[in-house]
C-alpha cells in the first residue's frame, strides 16, 4: 500500500509552460516536504509545508490538509528545471516527531526547450 | 561549509563482505538520518538518530547497522552485504529550526555482486 502517491510519473513539457505536480497522501501528517533531485542525484529540500501555500521564485507549493493533497507549480519552466520531484510527509505519530517522512516515487520531469 | 558528505561515493563489494558507509555533517544538527534508494521506489528510512549516542530503527533496518558517536558523524555498516543491498544510499541532516529542513548527502552508490 502507497501511503504517498504523486502523479504524474514521468511529464514532458515545453520550455516556458505552467507545471503542475499533485501528490495525495492517505494518512495523517504533520507536515509535507517537495524536494528535487536533480540527474546527478542530488538532493534539495524545496518546500516544508503545514498548511497553505508557499512560494519561492517560479515555484509554488500548496497543500489541502482536508483532501489530503499537495501540488507543486511551476511558472515559466525551463529546461533547468528538469528533474524528479518528490514529495514526502511526516507523519502525525512518534516516528513523525522524530523527523521521519515517509516518500513518493517521485515525479520525473523534462523540460524541452 | 561543506553540508553533508558521505564516503565513499561508489563501491562494489562480493556477497559477505562487509563494509561501512560515513556521514558526515557540519552544521551542528542533532538528527541524521540513513535512506536507500531503488529504482522505481521512493526513498526508504533505513536507521536514524536523534543525536550523540542514539539510534532507532527505520522502515527496513534488517541487515544494516548504525553507530553515531560523535554528533557530526553517522555510521552505516553492512556486516554482510547480499545483492538485495544494490542500492544508492543517502544520507541526511535535519534543521529543526523555522522552517524544517533535511539536507542531504550526495549518495553512496553500492553494488553487491
Known amino acids: 500500500k502507497n501511503e504517498v502517491e504523486q502523479s504524474p510519473q514521468n511529464l514532458t513539457a515545453q520550455e516556458g509552460e505552467f507545471i503542475t505536480i499533485n501528490c495525495s497522501y492517505s494518512?495523517?501528517?504533520?507536515?509535507l516536504h517537495w524536494l528535487q533531485q536533480h540527474p546527478g542525484g542530488g538532493i534539495v529540500s524545496l518546500f516544508m509545508?503545514?498548511?497553505g501555500k508557499k512560494k519561492h521564485g517560479r515555484l509554488i507549493a500548496t497543500i489541502n490538509i482536508q483532501e489530503k493533497h499537495s501540488s507543486l507549480h511551476i511558472t515559466a519552466s525551463h529546461p533547468r528545471d528538469s528533474a524528479v520531484y518528490i514529495c514526502?510527509?511526516?507523519?502525525?505519530?512518534?516516528?513523525?516527531?522524530?523527523?521521519?517522512?515517509?516518500f513518493g516515487k517521485g515525479t520525473k520531469l523534462s523540460v524541452k526547450p | 561549509n561543506a553540508g553533508v558528505t558521505q564516503t565513499p561515493k561508489f563501491r562494489v563489494l562480493k556477497t559477505g563482505q562487509s563494509m561501512t558507509l560515513l556521514c558526515a555533517q557540519d552544521?551542528?544538527?542533532?538528527?541524521m538520518y540513513w535512506y536507500r534508494q531503488d529504482p522505481g521506489m521512493g526513498l526508504r528510512l533505513i536507521h536514524y538518530?536523534?543525536?550523540?549516542?542514539?539510534?532507532a530503527k527505520g522502515e527496513v533496518p534488517d541487515g544494516y547497522n548504525v553507530s553515531r558517536l560523535k554528533k557530526q558523524n553517522f555510521l552505516l555498516g553492512l556486516e554482510s552485504a547480499a545483492p538485495s543491498q544494490t542500492s544508492v544510499y543517502f544520507c541526511?541532516?535535519?534543521?529543526?529550526?523555522?522552517?524544517?529542513?533535511?539536507?542531504f548527502g550526495p549518495g553512496t552508490r553500492l553494488l553487491v555482486l
Open positions: 541526511a541532516s535535519r534543521w529543526t529550526g523555522a522552517v524544517e529542513t533535511q539536507y
Open positions: 494518512v495523517g501528517i504533520s507536515a
Open positions: 509545508l503545514s498548511s
Open positions: 514526502a510527509v511526516r507523519l502525525g505519530n512518534y516516528g513523525g516527531s522524530q523527523g521521519n517522512l515517509i
Open positions: 552544521m551542528n544538527h542533532e538528527y
Open positions: 538518530s536523534v543525536g550523540e549516542g542514539t539510534t
